[in-house]
């Protein structure tokens, strides 16, 4: 007797562990896509160049038909299974509480940009409970930044918010490139939209001078920032870079 519920139970794990697999057999491949974005996407998973778009739409569909918790016995083993996987938990219809739960377990495995944001922009979450748990991602590795960082520039970009945030990027890890790229894409649209809040920012947190004028230069190169902000942002960056130097 326990030896067929034992037999069952790992038959059960090796089915669901084949939901995103045989899901994602019917989709089309391109092998235009697959080297395209094999050019733009650093990755120890294999690229197969199924396109985002189908990917997308096959999340939805199955994100209706599994639950949370059968996604765990999921180990992704290329790109599109992997971002196959956070995709659906973007758009299960769960809690926001087992959603998060559930992308702890997707960025345990993540390790490149696009699959991140792919899953990311998919969540659109202004919430407190979501909100925290962004925040605390960012006290994490270098992809739960990237996701974090994301994540609170897409939905909580507002003074409400944004004092906290800085608070807590006054406390990590800087100098890892994914981490420094991750801050300084947030940084830059803050600037924009918040100068004097985030000139200030600048002013005390541990930003080294790489991240700084990274920051500037992004926010300096779109084509939404205004003119006298733009000079706001020089001069500052010159003062700060002053103030620096005479330390």
């Known amino acids: 007797m326990g030896k067929g519920k034992g037999a069952f139970q790992k038959g059960e794990r090796k089915l669901m562990t084949n939901v995103i697999t045989e899901a994602l057999k019917d989709l089309p491949r391109s092998l235009r896509q697959k080297r395209y974005y094999e050019r733009l996407i650093i990755s120890k998973y294999k690229i197969n160049g199924i396109k985002t778009s189908a990917l997308k739409k096959c999340a939805e569909e199955l994100a209706g038909k599994v639950k949370l918790q059968d996604l765990y016995e999921i180990v992704p083993q290329n790109y599109e299974e992997l971002t196959l996987l956070g995709l659906i938990i973007a758009y299960h219809d769960s809690c926001i509480e087992e ?7 997707y960025l345990s495995f993540n390790d490149n940009w696009s699959s991140c944001d792919t899953v990311m922009f998919v969540i659109k979450d202004t919430g407190d409970t979501y ?6 991602l960012v006290g994490r590795n270098d992809w739960s930044v990237r996701f974090g960082m994301t994540g609170l520039m897409t939905n909580f970009m507002d003074k409400e918010h944004l004092g906290a945030i800085y608070e807590r990027l006054h406390h990590i890890n800087y100098g890892d490139y994914q981490i420094d790229m991750a801050v300084s894409w947030f940084l830059g649209i803050a600037l924009i939209d918040f100068p004097t809040e ?16 990274l ?11 205004r003119e006298d902000v733009k000079i706001t942002i020089e001069e500052a960056l010159k003062d700060i870079l002053c103030k620096r130097a005479m330390c």
Request: aromatic content about 16%.
């Open 99 to 105: 959603k998060c739960k559930a992308l702890d377990y």
């Open 131 to 136: 909100f925290n748990y962004l925040l605390n």
């Open 198 to 213: 985030t000139i200030e920012f600048f002013e005390s947190a541990p930003l080294s001078l790489f991240l700084l004028r």
């Open 215 to 225: 920051t500037v230069r992004k926010a300096k190169d779109s084509k939404n920032i």
